[in-house]
């Protein structure tokens, strides 16, 4: 099972970017929890996830949360701008699997 959390602003704009993401997942054949959460639980909620995606609204998070998720030991990236903006789910699960991969 690969767990893929996703953080933003308030937790509601990558909810149909989770959706997408899904359907790509279950398409695929990939379990997946895939999960959007507020940045202010996403500290917390990286002990449960294989990795976290930023929201490029929160570029400048990035920092922070690398702290935490060293500690967890997973991977985090911020999410290519256009994809977010083209809500295109197949490649931002791509991006997540090649990060929990290396």
Not at 18 to 36: D, F, L, Q, Y
Request: net charge neutral; hydrophobic share 50%; aromatic share 4%.
């Amino acid at each position: 099972m690969k767990r893929i959390l996703l953080a933003c602003s308030s937790g509601m704009s990558t909810s149909l970017l989770v959706s997408k993401m899904k359907e790509v997942a279950e398409a695929r054949g990939i379990e997946a929890e895939i999960w959007a959460v507020a940045q202010d639980k996403a500290p917390t909620e990286m002990e449960h996830a294989d990795v976290l995606l930023i929201g490029p609204q929160m570029r400048f998070m990035k920092k922070k949360f690398t702290a935490v998720a060293e500690k967890v030991g997973i991977p985090i990236e911020v999410i290519d701008p256009v994809a977010y903006g083209r809500i295109d789910g197949e490649a931002v699960l791509n991006k997540a699997l090649q990060l929990m991969d290396k």
